[in-house]
């Protein structure tokens, strides 16, 4: 038989998910110039993940690196099959009798937990949840955020709880020409909040958020943020971390919070209130959430490696909602390793193990690979990696037990409607449509049966 990647013999891979670390993988290995046909799968009709669910609807430049997955999607041999879910209408066994191997690209779907009494009353949500409920994910839209109190928290200080934080504080009219999801719109348009409190265990120097994204609350329509300069000074090691000339990051951060801290009071209706040095030790409430204990934290540890520790001092700041957003974690897939204490699929540069034994061609990319860090871009390496470990294994992979085609003819067997990339353009289309008639870039269809509908005329 001739070799796997010729035009006789056509490398087969599935990738699983088709988010960004999916995409750069599919075009890593379109670009070996060896013959491949690429399944890309997603349990929704609509593609691109993260870029869709995940980036915040007022980051409407972020959201154009789609034209470039556009673009791997007209590759020849790719095809997108939408609506099909991995473990409830085909199995990773099944998976793997019907190709070379199997990618997943499926990213880190839950959140890490605080581990503090109180984390389930009403009222404390995850960052991820609300995230997926204002981007409109059909999983998440039925979920109710009661923002009729005055004061919010934000547990954790990297970019989603800042993202969180500024849909939060931004008024109505900032997020009507977003395309965030209406009934979230509608939600925080009446929204009383009037403080908006980001709270972070370690200090500014540490804070994982971006410059760009925090110097946006310096310029919000009705918002203005709020520092106390106390918690602006800094230890010993912070200052030796701070003028480390790699970490600009830090120093950007630094010149906008002491803007931020000299700033004179506002007139403006609400305040973001930043606070370092703070850790939740308990949510507590009657029946619902009434606010959070925190213990005031000091940093022990050497330069770059400075820890939280507790002082034993408690501050109780009442609250009416919270949001913990520290950090996301991977979920585990039926028929595939999951190392449990760190929330991702273990693996060697990507090649899938179970324990020191290697899983025959299975593989990993982004964040189910390597953890939720990094920004889009960052998964381009990640998953060249990948690409390039498949293309490295090409003579150890089995052949297939089924043919090209037989996929298609098992998921219609089980009546799974399959969505192809050119439905989705269809589905694309009357979203932006809608979005127009709102003065919108695009107004989300949030469930599926609605989505399937543009496409098969039943509602
Ligand atoms: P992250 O950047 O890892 O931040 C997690 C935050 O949670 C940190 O402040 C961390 O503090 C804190 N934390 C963790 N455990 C905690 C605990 N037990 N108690 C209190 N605080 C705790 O995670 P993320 O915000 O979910 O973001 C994930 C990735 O997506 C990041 O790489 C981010 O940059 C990226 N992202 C980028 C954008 C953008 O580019 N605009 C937008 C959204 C997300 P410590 O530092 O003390 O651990």
């Not at 003579?395 to 989705?424: C, K, N, Q, Y």
Request: proline share 6%.
């Amino acid at each position: 038989m001739s070799e796997i990647g010729s035009r006789a013999h056509p490398l087969r891979v599935a990738i699983i998910g088709s988010g960004p670390s999916g995409f750069y993988a599919a075009e890593a290995l379109f670009k070996s110039g060896k013959t491949i046909r690429i399944d890309m799968y997603d349990r929704l009709p609509t593609p691109f993940g993260l870029v869709r669910g995940g980036v915040a609807p007022d980051h409407l430049k972020i959201k154009t690196v789609t034209r470039v997955f556009d673009k791997i999607a007209a590759c020849e041999g790719f095809s997108f099959l939408g609506n099909v879910a991995v473990g409830r209408d085909v199995t990773v066994d099944e998976l793997r009798a019907h190709y070379h191997a199997v990618l997943f690209a499926c990213g880190a779907e839950t959140d890490r937990k605080l581990g503090v009494p109180g984390e389930n009353l009403p009222g404390s949500h995850t960052a991820t949840e609300f995230v997926a409920w204002y981007n409109g994910h059909p999983d998440y839209r039925d979920r109710v955020f009661d923002l009729s109190h005055e004061i919010a928290v934000i547990v954790g200080q990297g970019n989603v709880a800042i993202d969180v934080s500024r849909i939060l504080s931004k008024t109505a009219d900032e997020l009507r020409q977003t395309d965030i999801a209406q009934h979230a719109l509608d939600v925080l348009a009446a929204s009383n909040l009037r403080e908006i409190h980001l709270i972070g265990r370690r200090g500014p120097v540490q804070a994982k958020c971006t410059s760009p994204e925090l110097k946006e609350f310096g310029h919000l329509g009705d918002c203005d943020p709020v520092i106390d300069p106390a918690d602006l000074a800094l230890n010993a090691a912070c200052e030796t971390e701070l003028h480390d000339k790699d970490n600009q990051h830090a120093q950007k951060n630094m010149a906008i919070l002491r803007e931020f801290a000299e700033r004179p009071a506002s007139s403006k209706r609400k305040r973001f209130v930043i606070r370092f040095l703070l850790s939740p030790v308990e949510l507590y409430g009657a029946a619902r959430l009434e606010g959070v204990r925190l213990e005031r934290t000091r940093l022990e540890g050497p330069p770059f490696h400075q820890q939280a520790v507790g002082t034993g001092v408690h501050i109780d700041q009442p609250c009416g909602i919270l949001f913990r957003s520290v950090g996301y974690r991977g979920v585990p897939i039926p028929g595939v390793p999951f190392d449990e204490r760190h929330g991702r699929i273990p693996n060697r540069h990507g090649r899938i193990y179970d324990g020191d034994h290697r899983v025959p061609q299975l593989y990993a990319v982004g964040w189910i690979k390597r953890g939720p860090s990094g920004i889009i871009g960052s998964n381009k390496p990640d998953s060249v990696e990948t690409a390039q470990a498949i293309l490295d294994d090409l003579h150890a992979l089995p052949t297939p037990a089924h043919g090209e085609d037989a996929i298609r003819e098992l998921l219609a067997a089980r009546s799974v409607r399959v969505v192809s990339f050119a439905e989705w353009k269809k589905i694309d289309a009357v979203e932006i449509e809608r979005g127009t008639l709102r003065g919108k870039p695009r107004e989300k269809f949030t469930s599926v049966a609605e989505m399937l509908a543009v496409l098969d005329g039943v509602s």
